[in-house]
């Protein structure tokens, strides 16, 4: 399966359509335990890429990530624009210079973006943050090159935050109360995937 230029263009759109229709459920969660401002920061910082994406449409698939990521770290507020910039960025680097990519290549590209996030956040499985759900996906698309599984994957991963005590972020501060809560970065993460499943199964 091939990633086209178009398909990534496509999923950044997607992305920032799902972060518009789920802002206020974004904005409660994280009113449970944040700041209540990841619905809005997220909306925003996608609002501000899609003012961007057609400077670089033209260009190839590292350019349109790396403005993305850019766009993201310069426009979004709070922790979320540093992780999501840095996904992007990161994931720009094996991409350069490419107009498509096979799933295999997206994947390893997704895998330098979360690695940088995990460098950033120094998070791992079980902190209850958008890496309970990056990993264990990236972990499937591995193995089985499918993205309605990884999609599966994602949505379980995103329950089994519901129970974790967060141990990082702003939610970490709540201690014990942040159990019951399902993570908001999570959240954000499988929305993604979601609209990554979309895009790539028409």
């Known amino acids: 399966m091939e990633i086209t230029k178009t398909q990534l263009i496509q999923w950044i759109n997607r992305c920032a359509e799902k972060f518009n229709q789920h802002q206020q459920f974004l904005t409660e969660l994280d009113t449970a335990i944040g700041d209540a401002d990841h619905g809005l ?3 925003r910082g996608f609002a501000k890429v899609l003012e961007k994406l057609p400077t670089v449409a033209d260009k190839d698939m590292g350019t349109i990530l790396k403005t993305t990521g ?3 770290l310069s426009s979004v507020g709070g922790a979320s624009g540093p992780l999501f910039g840095t996904l992007f960025m990161k994931m720009a680097q094996p991409v350069a210079g490419k107009e498509s990519v096979t799933l295999a290549e997206f994947t390893q ?8 996030v ?3 956040g120094k998070a791992e499985v079980g902190d209850k943050t958008m890496c309970d759900v990056w990993l264990p996906v990236i972990a499937d698309l591995q193995q089985h090159q499918d993205v309605t599984q990884a999609l599966a994957v994602a949505k379980q991963a995103l329950e089994g935050t519901i129970p974790l005590q967060a141990k990082k972020g702003r939610a970490s501060y709540l201690g014990e109360r942040s ?5 908001p970065g ?3 993460a499988t929305l993604m995937i ?3 499943h979309e895009v790539v199964n028409g």
Do not use: K
């Open 118 to 120: 995990v460098a950033r």
């Open 194 to 196: 979601e609209a990554l």
């Open 41 to 43: 920061n997220m909306q």
């Open 179 to 183: 159990i019951g809560h399902q993570d």
């Open 109 to 116: 590209s997704l895998q330098e973006g979360v690695n940088g």
């Open 70 to 72: 850019m766009t993201l």
């Open 186 to 188: 999570a959240t954000s």
